[in-house]
């Protein structure tokens, strides 16, 4: 199984004619069509100055500077192109008005560098965007966000999403994230350590990871890990990472002052094949054991250390091991043919 699967991807996506983008919400189009100022409140170009008023025509140059200047209910658009910065959001929106990031309609926009969601930025949406971290990123620590149709890699530099992490340092739990199709791949330092995942649930609450494909990163695709509580994960394509879903806590002292356990998390109608280093559904449990974890109508296939390990803190039920038939997984297809039994599987039927 190969860990470098986005390069062939890159080249069957203009053989697929855009086909993989609009699966996971991507604009099939790039370039440079005409950007209706109506769609996009203010807006960020890499031509752009950071001393314009940030208009359509007229944009800012920066990421960072066109959050800084949204307000509850607008929308930021990046008009293409790679912007190569650090982004750090302090501020969001309000309940049901929440600011929105995305790569303005018929273009899409690429951001290399850390991006950074603090706990005050509450309230935002992050949309169709191709987000190359460094090191851990992005880092979510705000309530009410939402991260929809990206791509997202940090090409082995370390975890991708990093949920509620620094939850016992004043931040609290991050709560109601939801991560929804987008591709999440190729993350995770090599030679694998057992340390950088797809998915980080650290300290949060509510979170809902749907979906999405998520590939050939380093260690789990979702690692639930010591307090995620109340997480949903359902409909995702989880195959070829070091391992596929973790449910586990950890006891007092070290790295965690307090002891805690992931419980009540759900983990169903997803295909998880082909974890290179550990079973696809397991448990750890360095303290106390988690309570209300369910692993139910899963499809699996072919774990290095088998499916499902002994269900210790989660209750496994209903699951079956079939092999997935995706489309063309060497090319970044993870379609399931019509003729998979994970295709019934995962959409409940």
């Not at 090191?135 to 999403?161: A, K, L, M, Y």
Request: some cysteine; charged content about 20%.
């Amino acid at each position: 199984m190969s860990i470098s699967r986005n390069k062939a991807a890159l080249v069957g996506l203009a053989a697929l004619g855009g086909v993989l983008l609009v699966l996971i919400g991507f604009p099939a189009r790039s370039g440079h069509a005409h950007v209706s100022a109506g769609a996009c409140s203010r807006a960020a170009s890499v031509s752009g100055s950071d001393s314009h008023p940030g208009t359509v025509a007229r944009p800012f140059r920066t990421v960072e500077r066109l959050a800084e200047r949204l307000r509850p209910g607008q929308v930021g658009c990046l008009l293409g192109g790679t912007f190569e910065e650090d982004v750090s959001l302090h501020h969001g929106g309000a309940s049901g008005r929440p600011i929105t990031l995305m790569s303005a309609p018929g273009r899409r926009a690429s951001v290399v560098g850390s991006f950074d969601v603090g706990p005050d930025a509450n309230n935002v949406v992050i949309k169709n965007l191709r987000l190359v971290g460094k090191g851990n990123s992005p880092q979510v620590n705000g309530d009410r966000v939402t991260f929809r149709g990206n791509e997202i890699t940090n090409d082995h530099t370390g975890i991708c999403f990093l949920l509620g992490a620094g939850f016992e340092e004043g931040y609290g739990l991050a709560q109601d994230i939801v991560i929804d199709h987008n591709r999440i791949h190729d993350c995770g330092r090599l030679p694998a350590g057992g340390h950088d995942h797809g998915i980080y649930v650290e300290g949060t609450e509510n979170v809902r990871i749907t979906n999405n494909v998520i590939y050939d990163n380093a260690d789990y695709a979702v690692h639930l890990y010591p307090n995620a509580q109340h997480t949903y994960i359902a409909r995702n394509i989880m195959d070829g990472n070091g391992g596929g879903v973790i449910f586990a806590g950890e006891k007092s002292g070290g790295e965690y002052k307090n002891a805690y356990a992931s419980s009540d998390n759900v983990v169903r109608n997803n295909v998880i094949s082909n974890s290179r280093e550990f079973h696809n559904i397991e448990s750890w449990w360095g303290g106390p054991v988690g309570t209300g974890n369910v692993a139910t109508r899963n499809c699996v296939w072919d774990g290095a250390d088998g499916n499902i390990s002994d269900p210790v803190g989660f209750r496994a039920s209903k699951n079956v091991v079939a092999r997935p038939a995706f489309r063309n997984p060497a090319a970044g297809d993870f379609r399931l043919k019509q003729r998979s039994v994970c295709r019934r599987i995962r959409w409940g039927r």
